[in-house]
DNA sequence: TTGAAAGCGCTAACAA
DNA sequence: TTGTTAGCGCTTTCAA
């Protein structure tokens, strides 16, 4: 009996995948005897092996997962939390945590928070009890009730430090270090930072860099905010921002600056004439704006990659994994949102 | 002992969850006493319910699935099939059919195919066997491989029809219709339809519909493609489109009218003022192009939600779904990137 | 109303 | 080298 003939009995009842017991049957052995010659070919006659593996194959055999899960905890699947699955920012994150879990033969489960606590709380515990690790991309979570939850699975940190687990984060000194730089050589000598959300880590550790490479460079940075880190959050920033606007703005991400610049421009104010806008991250509206957006571009695959193998490696051993998050290097991509300033010394 | 002294026992050692027997241990009673109190509140004394309930709320239990999963087959697992996460189109269905599997208790696993069938099939038969159902949102599997599949697991297909297998389209017909009536109420005669990818099921539907919407209305649709259905696909049609281009263009998706968009503005051409530009889907970055993308509006979390929905029905009642595909209304959003011709009769 | 026991698919440990 | 057995966490019989 082939897999085909299997896999279509009668018509409607769909048909079971088979258990390591029919192939066991229809090979003659043991049930163990194929879990051996399956995982661990060393350990088992070759011909048998040979014979065990081309019945298993016949048959379409997969190994369920839950049968072992069971017994050792192993499910090989792993959790990603983001905060929005439609924020453009996860995209990339998404899929470099896909892919390196699924090189690693692991299953990626995606709880999305949709901007609730509430919901990614019960999303997060009904997955928490399948999975094998969790990576927090995004999270409501205080710092505590991830140190609750990294006791209990191994948990990845993204963008935020919390002492104790495992971290990914961007060198954002160096990023706000390149954004001020650029506007500096464009003649501009004082800025303006849009903040993200307050409770934001990343905006914190962003505003805190920008300040000092600013006072480094000579160049005047004043902070407005917190706004949303969208796009709507933008367009309020910008209809906050009365009179003339600032001659070169720097947002918390690029969202919000794409925002900022769309209603700018509505308003008549142009772009890079009138006002420099930075933003970060590099997400991929960034390119597709007119003009494109000079933004502090992250590694946002690579992060996510990081952070998959990070997981896979405190799995293994969760003391080697634990200390300083590691750092990821960031580059400014120049693009036509930024240009030399024009106006001279306006309040 | 309460939950949070057992969630942090020595220190670096991950404490276990607790199961159904510690909670049984705890408060005196059976597992299966337990069960019942937590699964079937009907059957159980009310004093020990009570008692039960309070012992396991205690001790954080949570029913781990992977128990009665691997006696029933029910994991509370979906698995939502996307040939790339990052494509914009996928967000609002992910995050559609995320909140509906997450509403019914099931946690979402996403499949990532990376635009290759070998990875989507390697992805696919991991998940295969702890999965419930399946979305194929995008998938490069053929009809019969997916009517193979379906005889194993419930499973819906998004933009498709699969004979014999349940699924959710767009009213594809509606959309072209209105596209063509907008560009003909804007004085167009003649339109190019720039197709996608040729495998693609959507493609053919639309440009059928569109030519006999145009037929009907007295214009003239002519195609040109097929291209991939991307940004940069966009440009390499613009680059093709030689010459003076269209007064109309209707793109296969947003993303090709994008690239299309971008790459003829850059080359001179006056978006709407010498070229009309529509697009389908209302993706994310449609309104955030300048000028903003006219598009046929598809209902994207409704689609994700609703093939969710349909799956947890053919998990009830796998015949009763069958049929015909459920099909969404569509509306057409008029940004700027269409307006009344200006040339007449070039060629 | 409650408890005891069996069994889901699998593999590790023990026997042969 | 191979087979037998037990047990992971849970629910569902079957008995009491």
Same mark, same amino acid.
């Given at each position: 009996?082939? /897999? /085909?003939?299997?896999?279509?009995?009668?018509?409607?009842?769909?048909?079971?995948?088979?258990?390591?017991?029919?192939? #066991?049957?229809?090979?003659? %052995? &043991?049930?163990?005897?194929?879990?051996?010659?399956?995982?661990?070919?060393?350990? !088992?006659?070759?011909?048998?092996? &040979?014979? %065990?593996?081309? $019945?298993? /194959?016949?048959?379409?055999?997969?190994?369920?997962?839950?049968?072992?899960?069971?017994?050792?905890?192993?499910?090989?699947?792993?959790?990603?939390? $983001?905060?929005? %699955?439609?924020?453009?920012?996860?995209?990339?994150?998404?899929?470099?945590?896909?892919?390196?879990?699924?090189?690693?033969?692991?299953?990626?489960?995606? !709880?999305?928070?949709?901007?609730?606590? *509430?919901?990614? *709380?019960?999303?997060?515990?009904?997955?928490?009890?399948?999975?094998?690790?969790?990576?927090?991309?995004?999270?409501?979570?205080? @710092?505590?009730?991830?140190?609750?939850?990294?006791?209990?699975?191994?948990?990845?940190?993204?963008?935020? @430090?919390?002492?104790?687990?495992?971290?990914? %984060?961007? +060198?954002? #000194?160096?990023?706000?270090?390149?954004?001020?730089?650029?506007?500096?050589?464009?003649?501009?000598?004082?800025?303006?930072?849009?903040?993200?959300?307050?409770?934001?880590?990343? +905006?914190?550790?962003?505003?805190?860099?920008? *300040?000092?490479?600013? &006072? @480094?460079?000579?160049?005047?940075?004043?902070?407005?905010?917190?706004?949303?880190?969208?796009?709507?959050?933008?367009?309020?920033?910008?209809?906050?921002?009365?009179?003339?606007?600032?001659?070169?703005?720097? /947002?918390?991400?690029?969202?919000?600056?794409?925002?900022?610049?769309?209603?700018?421009?509505?308003?008549?104010?142009?772009?890079?004439? @009138?006002?420099?806008?930075?933003?970060?991250?590099?997400?991929?509206?960034?390119?597709?704006?007119?003009?494109?957006?000079?933004?502090?571009?992250?590694?946002?695959?690579?992060?996510?990659?990081?952070?998959?193998?990070?997981?896979? #490696?405190?799995?293994?051993?969760?003391?080697?994994?634990?200390?300083?998050?590691?750092?990821?290097?960031?580059?400014?991509?120049?693009?036509?949102?930024?240009?030399?300033?024009?106006?001279?010394? +306006?309040?």
């Amino acid at each position: 009996m082939t /897999a /085909a003939e299997r896999a279509v009995p009668g018509e409607g009842t769909p048909a079971k995948p088979p258990t390591i017991y029919d192939v #066991a049957k229809a090979a003659g %052995v &043991a049930a163990s005897t194929v879990s051996r010659a399956l995982t661990r070919p060393g350990r !088992v006659g070759a011909a048998t092996a &040979a014979h %065990v593996r081309q $019945v298993a /194959a016949d048959m379409g055999y997969k190994a369920n997962p839950l049968g072992p899960g069971l017994r050792t905890g192993r499910t090989s699947m792993l959790a990603l939390v $983001v905060s929005d %699955v439609t924020n453009p920012f996860y995209a990339e994150i998404i899929r470099g945590a896909q892919s390196a879990a699924s090189e690693a033969g692991f299953i990626l489960v995606l !709880v999305n928070a949709q901007e609730s606590g *509430r919901i990614e *709380r019960e999303n997060l515990e009904r997955a928490l009890p399948t999975i094998e690790g969790v990576i927090l991309a995004g999270t409501r979570m205080s @710092d505590s009730a991830i140190g609750v939850m990294a006791k209990q699975r191994p948990v990845v940190v993204l963008n935020r @430090d919390v002492p104790g687990v495992p971290g990914v %984060v961007l +060198d954002n #000194a160096e990023g706000a270090r390149a954004a001020v730089e650029h506007l500096v050589s464009l003649g501009h000598r004082s800025l303006t930072y849009v903040a993200g959300p307050e409770a934001s880590w990343v +905006d914190g550790v962003r505003w805190h860099n920008l *300040r000092q490479a600013a &006072a @480094d460079l000579g160049c005047r940075a004043t902070r407005t905010g917190p706004r949303a880190p969208t796009v709507a959050g933008g367009r309020e920033a910008a209809d906050a921002l009365r009179g003339t606007p600032p001659t070169a703005i720097v /947002a918390y991400n690029d969202q919000l600056a794409i925002g900022l610049m769309l209603a700018l421009q509505n308003r008549g104010v142009r772009v890079p004439e @009138d006002t420099s806008i930075v933003g970060f991250d590099n997400v991929y509206p960034a390119q597709i704006v007119t003009p494109g957006l000079t933004t502090v571009a992250a590694p946002l695959r690579a992060q996510g990659r990081a952070a998959a193998n990070a997981l896979l #490696a405190a799995r293994e051993n969760p003391e080697a994994v634990a200390g300083k998050p590691r750092t990821l290097p960031v580059k400014l991509v120049v693009r036509g949102s930024t240009g030399p300033v024009r106006r001279t010394g +306006d309040r």
